[in-house]
């Protein structure tokens, strides 16, 4: 489980300079399969070994230009509640704003480590300039250029010195089911419908660990915890139907999840919002299980479930191996098979193939459609074993793994998933040198 860190200033300072600078090695900003520009504000990150989140929370408003100063507190109220960690980007070329000053009164009255950039040092003769950042009343602050990347080093080594170890999460045994969607999909009218009663949360765990959501429950027969991100602890303040606050509470809760039931509005579609999330649970390897909610205002005839599920399928590509289910969280339609299926992606997501095995189903098929030749040399691949990963990962070995495609890599993929069941659950496939 790693931390979320948040880049939060006012516009212009350089916060998405910063931010792709530190993603960089790790993310593609545009994926290349499909063309599609996914959420560019989100990221993983590694230094010193620690992992973390990075969230541009910038990158979230439009036309940021005019942006309101009330928005940008918003933002920043959210930083403190949902991530670990804050990167608070100032400008050297303006100096101090009065909405700089703004932001360091909201940052001075947490707990949680804020550090001050100071951006935009690209020459020693502006090291001097940054002194009256110290006016902000946030302690020490760091010299960086987010063009040139100076100093962005020190920032790094600062950082993760200040994040908090995270504690293993308790019950690792129980399955972490997480009700992700964007504000209104019904997220806690489909909370309150599987709950039915308070009798079946069997420990409201809320409060154990600092930002802890969960709640266990006992239901249909199944044990789980689920990680809200709706209804139990909304808080009134945010309600705004504002892409970035549901995707800055998915990220926590996505994280801390095996699965996610993805919630849309069967009336609004799979729109840009609801993708952004998918790709967010997809990116992290958990499992998904999409829920169309509010079946029962959907005008239906023969072919609707079948045209709903192709429009949703298509633009999930290539990852279409996903559970699609109608449900209505107000009369409770599928509720449990919600439940069921989400069970068994968490089931598909912890399976162990065994060495033998999958030598013995996967050889024969990769002997019958080897990869292609690569400049007149032939490509042999002689044996394949699933990594101790918990997720499912597999390396196949082989002679000249470097010359082996991407549509090849996705034909072991679906014959990995054809085989061996791997229903709404990310798979990596590597191939290495044998
Ligand atoms: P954001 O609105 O805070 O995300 O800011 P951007 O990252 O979009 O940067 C705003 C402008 O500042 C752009 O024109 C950047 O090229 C520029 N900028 C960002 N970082 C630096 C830096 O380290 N040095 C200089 N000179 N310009 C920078
Ligand atoms: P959240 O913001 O995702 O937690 O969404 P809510 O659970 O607050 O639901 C938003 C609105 O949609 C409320 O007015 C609900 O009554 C309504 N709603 C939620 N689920 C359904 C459903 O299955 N059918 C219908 N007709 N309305 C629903």
Same mark, same amino acid.
């Given at each position: 489980?790693?931390?979320?860190? @948040?880049?939060?200033?006012?516009?212009?300072?350089?916060? &998405?300079?910063?931010?792709?600078?530190?993603?960089?090695?790790?993310?593609?900003?545009?994926?290349?399969?499909?063309?599609?520009?996914?959420?560019?504000?989100?990221?993983?990150?590694?230094?010193?070994?620690?992992?973390?989140?990075?969230?541009?929370?910038?990158?979230?408003?439009?036309?940021?230009?005019?942006?309101?100063?009330?928005?940008?507190?918003?933002?920043?109220?959210?930083?403190?509640?949902?991530?670990?960690?804050?990167?608070?980007?100032?400008?050297?070329?303006?100096?101090?704003?009065?909405?700089?000053?703004?932001?360091?009164?909201?940052?001075?009255?947490?707990?949680?480590?804020?550090?001050?950039?100071?951006?935009?040092?690209?020459?020693?003769?502006?090291?001097?300039?940054?002194?009256?950042?110290?006016?902000?009343?946030?302690?020490?602050?760091? &010299?960086?250029?987010?063009?040139?990347?100076?100093?962005?080093?020190?920032?790094?080594?600062?950082?993760?010195?200040?994040?908090?170890?995270?504690?293993?999460?308790?019950?690792?045994?129980?399955?972490?089911? @997480?009700?992700?969607?964007?504000?209104?999909?019904?997220?806690?009218?489909?909370?309150?419908?599987?709950?039915?009663?308070?009798?079946?949360?069997?420990?409201?765990? @809320?409060?154990?660990?600092?930002? &802890?959501?969960?709640?266990?429950?006992?239901?249909?027969?199944?044990?789980?915890?689920?990680?809200?991100?709706?209804?139990?602890?909304?808080?009134?303040?945010?309600?705004?139907?504002?892409?970035?606050?549901?995707?800055?509470?998915?990220?926590?809760?996505?994280?801390?999840?095996?699965?996610?039931?993805?919630?849309?509005?069967?009336?609004?579609?799979?729109?840009?919002?609801?993708?952004?999330?998918?790709?967010?649970?997809?990116?992290?390897?958990?499992?998904?299980?999409?829920?169309?909610?509010?079946?029962?205002?959907?005008?239906?005839?023969?072919?609707?479930?079948?045209?709903?599920?192709?429009?949703?399928?298509?633009?999930?590509?290539?990852?279409?191996?996903?559970?699609?289910?109608?449900?209505?969280?107000?009369?409770?339609?599928?509720?449990?098979?919600?439940?069921?299926? @989400?069970?068994?992606?968490?089931?598909?997501? &912890?399976?162990?193939?065994?060495?033998?095995?999958?030598?013995?189903?996967?050889?024969?098929?990769?002997?019958?459609?080897?990869?292609?030749?690569?400049?007149?040399?032939?490509?042999?691949?002689?044996?394949?074993?699933?990594?101790?990963?918990?997720?499912?990962?597999?390396?196949?070995?082989?002679?000249?793994?470097?010359?082996?495609?991407?549509?090849?890599?996705?034909?072991?993929?679906?014959?990995?998933?054809?085989?061996?069941?791997?229903?709404?659950?990310?798979?990596?496939?590597?191939?290495?040198?044998?």
């Amino acid at each position: 489980m790693s931390n979320i860190v @948040a880049i939060v200033g006012r516009p212009n300072v350089g916060k &998405s300079t910063l931010f792709n600078r530190l993603i960089q090695r790790r993310e593609a900003i545009v994926d290349a399969v499909s063309g599609v520009t996914r959420d560019r504000h989100y990221g993983k990150t590694d230094w010193n070994g620690r992992e973390f989140s990075l969230i541009d929370t910038g990158g979230y408003v439009v036309g940021s230009d005019d942006i309101f100063e009330q928005e940008i507190d918003k933002q920043v109220e959210l930083a403190i509640d949902e991530a670990d960690a804050i990167l608070f980007v100032v400008d050297v070329e303006t100096g101090v704003t009065g909405m700089d000053e703004d932001v360091a009164q909201l940052l001075r009255q947490t707990d949680k480590p804020v550090l001050v950039a100071v951006n935009k040092v690209d020459n020693g003769q502006r090291e001097a300039d940054a002194v009256e950042f110290y006016s902000l009343g946030l302690g020490e602050y760091y &010299s960086i250029s987010g063009i040139n990347g100076s100093g962005t080093g020190e920032l790094l080594d600062a950082l993760v010195e200040v994040l908090p170890e995270k504690e293993e999460v308790e019950d690792v045994e129980l399955p972490r089911f @997480a009700v992700v969607g964007r504000p209104n999909a019904g997220k806690s009218s489909f909370i309150n419908a599987l709950i039915g009663e308070d009798r079946y949360i069997v420990t409201d765990i @809320a409060g154990t660990t600092r930002d &802890s959501n969960d709640t266990r429950y006992n239901r249909f027969g199944f044990e789980f915890n689920l990680v809200d991100t709706a209804g139990i602890r909304r808080k009134a303040k945010v309600k705004e139907d504002l892409e970035f606050y549901s995707v800055m509470r998915s990220v926590r809760a996505i994280e801390h999840s095996d699965v996610c039931l993805l919630l849309i509005d069967a009336t609004r579609g799979f729109e840009g919002q609801d993708q952004n999330i998918f790709w967010l649970a997809e990116r992290n390897r958990k499992g998904i299980v999409i829920l169309v909610n509010k079946w029962d205002l959907v005008e239906k005839d023969t072919g609707t479930v079948k045209e709903f599920e192709k429009s949703i399928r298509k633009i999930i590509e290539p990852f279409t191996d996903v559970p699609v289910i109608f449900i209505s969280a107000l009369t409770k339609q599928r509720i449990f098979k919600a439940i069921e299926t @989400a069970v068994e992606v968490y089931q598909n997501r &912890s399976k162990r193939i065994s060495t033998s095995k999958l030598n013995e189903v996967m050889l024969p098929i990769i002997e019958q459609t080897p990869p292609p030749a690569n400049k007149g040399k032939y490509i042999k691949i002689k044996f394949c074993t699933q990594l101790p990963t918990p997720m499912p990962q597999f390396a196949f070995f082989a002679n000249l793994p470097q010359y082996i495609k991407d549509p090849y890599r996705r034909f072991v993929e679906n014959k990995l998933r054809e085989h061996f069941g791997f229903h709404g659950v990310p798979i990596d496939v590597f191939f290495r040198k044998k």
